[in-house]
Nanobody, 117 residues
Framework: QVQLVESGGEMVQPGGSLRLSCAAS????????FGWYRQAPGAGEQRELV?????????NYADSVKGRFTISRDNAKNTVYLQMNSLKPEDTAVYYC?????????WGKGTLVTVSS
């Protein structure tokens, strides 16, 4: 079983940057896919895929964040990061980390990012 804890969310002005972290219990070297998702205010239960990173180093991004966000994983620290630059008000959301391992999905509890002047 994998436990995930996100951190790094806070209020930031438009154009600013944040780095989110997702700390995993145990080794992440066998986690096949890590993903960052977000749930915007008023979006109900729907979570939008933001970025994914596979065990073999492939990454994928939503069109809305391409060129601004970067996902990375540090196996030595059992941590996955989401570097967010040039933030926009529409990036405001609760950001969740997800791990996919051996056919199962694990979620963290999320961290709130607010982009506002």
């Amino acid at each position: 079983q994998v436990q995930l804890v996100e951190s790094g969310g806070e209020m930031v002005q438009p154009g600013g940057s944040l780095r989110l972290s997702c700390a995993a219990s145990g080794s992440i070297s066998t986690i096949f896919v890590f993903g960052w998702y977000r749930q915007a205010p008023g979006a109900g239960e729907q979570r939008e895929l933001v970025a994914t990173a596979t065990i073999d180093g492939n990454t994928n991004y939503a069109d809305s964040v391409k060129g601004r966000f970067t996902i990375s994983r540090d196996n030595a620290k059992n941590t996955v990061y989401l570097q967010m630059n040039s933030l926009k008000p529409e990036d405001t959301a609760v950001y969740y980390c997800k791990a996919h391992q051996y056919g199962l999905n694990y979620w963290g509890k999320g961290t709130l990012v607010t982009v506002s002047s």
